[in-house]
């Protein structure tokens, strides 16, 4: 498989030596929110670095290897040539703006419950396991490669409250090679005495401990992020999310939490801080939690004037339609939080979300957003998002929501390379099938991609790269 893979020691100081590569084909990816680039028979060269140094338009291989390679100064001997097959194209890898990866095993495993006795019947036995470090390395490990198979370079993964636990979820996204947030899981009240920090110090104590791990391994965050992880406010008592908004004032870090996802959630909010302010998201902004790194999953029933302070304090949200959906939470207006300013990326949520597949997540919500629609008197026709629009969420806007923009998201000179080789089939009758999309031959680009976005999964990732590193390949 190439250069798949990292030590787990830092990354800077342990990298093999990578080569340059210049890869050669289709690249699509997001200009603006309602449009794909497309860019044919060109070519992208990626220094050993995994930095994007060069777009060259209307370039094969034999132009890239005479007049490419002398303008880069690279010697042939020292690039590797990844070239596109016909029907395939070059993407950016997918940002799952919000999963659970201690909760990967109950994928589709929800029943009738709503959020609160689904946690409770659920979610908090198994997280709670986790503290096994057999079962933790088995589930994290499998998580991390499911997800890097369906395309998911870049994740923001909840661990659970156990620190070895969460420290080696981040040791394993290291040695394999995807880019991610690592939240160990802060919650003082409300759930099993099982599964519990015991005081607000030891939560944050803890925390710290994840973090320090985190930055001990990759000092630069080059890979590896650590995420202040309030579980959600009814799980967190005040003097707790009072000592997480210090640590996020101080230390500049992302935050991740869940906001205003079902109707009884809300109202435990209400009931539970009487006196921090007249909605949830103010409970958080009080504590100092809603920062322009703030990642706020859910989202579903925000009322205006939680959306203006979201507006305002520049926090992100991370939708996600298939868990909305499963545990029969609401549909959330992506529509309305974008006219409102906010950034918004899409998130798997497993296992309130069944699927590890941000594609999937992406035609989810282009579904919900015809079901606004159908909603008579409240929505309009404009409500509707397109494929363009949940590809831009899946990539683009993901990447503002973890504050990762400039970096990863598209394929222009100076980001990394943070990409997928999608494959679909090309329908011949000799041929065996592969994958759940036939191409006939006769589409146009713009139908391919639609093809892929309702009817695409892993069969069609080929390759995935992090940083320029083959972290995934499909055999
Ligand atoms: O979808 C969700 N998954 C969770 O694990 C969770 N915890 C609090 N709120 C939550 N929502």
């Known amino acids: 498989m190439g250069d798949i ?7 800077s100081e342990t990298r093999p030596p990578a080569k340059n590569k210049i890869f050669l084909g289709t690249f699509i990816h997001s200009k603006t929110l309602s449009e794909l680039e497309y860019l044919h028979n060109a070519a992208v060269a990626v220094d050993s670095l995994g930095t994007i140094v060069a777009v060259s338009p209307d370039t094969d291989i034999a132009k890239a290897k005479s007049t490419l390679l002398p303008q880069l100064n690279w010697p042939s001997d020292d690039t590797d040539m990844v070239v596109a097959k016909a029907g395939q194209f070059f993407f950016p890898g997918f940002i799952d703006t919000h999963l659970h990866a201690s909760q990967y095993p109950n994928v589709g495993l929800f029943g009738n419950s709503t959020l609160l006795d689904w946690l409770n019947t659920y979610t908090f ?18 998580v991390i490669r499911k997800t890097l198979s369906h395309g998911t ?78 579980r959600f406010a009814p799980a967190c008592s005040a003097p707790l999310m009072k000592e997480l908004g210090q640590l996020a004032k101080e230390t500049d870090l992302p935050v991740q939490t869940h906001i205003s996802e079902n109707k ?61 959906s499963a545990i029969t939470s609401g549909a959330a207006r992506v529509r309305w939080l974008l006219d409102k300013g906010i950034e918004v ?90 994958g759940n999309v036939d191409v006939f031959g006769w589409e146009s680009w713009e139908e391919k991609i639609a093809k892929w976005v309702y009817n695409g999964d892993d069969r069609n990732t080929k390759k995935v790269w992090v940083r320029g590193r083959l972290v995934h390949e499909r055999k």
């Open 345 to 434: 990326g899409l998130g798997t949520d497993m296992s309130g979300g069944y699927s590890p597949s941000v594609l999937e997540a992406a035609r989810h919500a282009v579904l919900v957003s015809r079901h606004i629609c159908m909603d008579e008197g409240k929505s309009e026709e404009r409500d509707k998002l397109s494929v363009e629009e949940v590809l831009y969420l899946a990539t683009r806007g993901g990447a503002k929501v973890v504050g990762m923009e400039d970096k990863i998201g598209g394929l222009e000179v100076g980001m990394e390379w943070d990409a997928q080789l999608v494959g679909l089939h090309e329908v011949d009758e000799e041929e065996e099938e592969e």
């Open 5 to 11: 893979g990292f030590p787990t020691a830092a990354v």
């Open 264 to 324: 009884n959630e809300i109202a435990l909010v209400a009931s539970l801080f009487p006196d921090a302010g007249d909605s949830y998201a103010e409970v958080y902004d009080t504590f100092g939690l809603l920062t322009p790194r703030t990642i706020l999953a859910h989202a579903v029933h925000l009322t205006e004037k939680e959306a203006d302070l979201v507006t305002e304090r520049k926090s992100k949200v991370s939708h996600c339609p298939c868990s909305n």
């Open 125 to 142: 036995p198994l997280e709670a396991s986790l503290s096994s470090l057999p079962k933790a390395q088995k589930v994290y490990s499998r």
């Open 153 to 230: 370079t870049t994740a923001a993964y909840y661990a659970t409250i156990d620190v070895p636990a969460t420290n080696l979820l981040a040791d394993l996204c290291l040695s394999s090679g995807q880019r991610a947030l690592i939240g160990r899981v802060c919650m003082d009240q409300l759930g099993p005495s099982y599964y519990l920090d015991e005081f607000p110090a030891e939560s944050l104590a803890k925390t710290k401990q994840c973090i320090d791990h985190v930055l001990s391994k990759d000092p630069k965050m080059e890979l590896i992020t650590p995420i202040i992880t309030p």
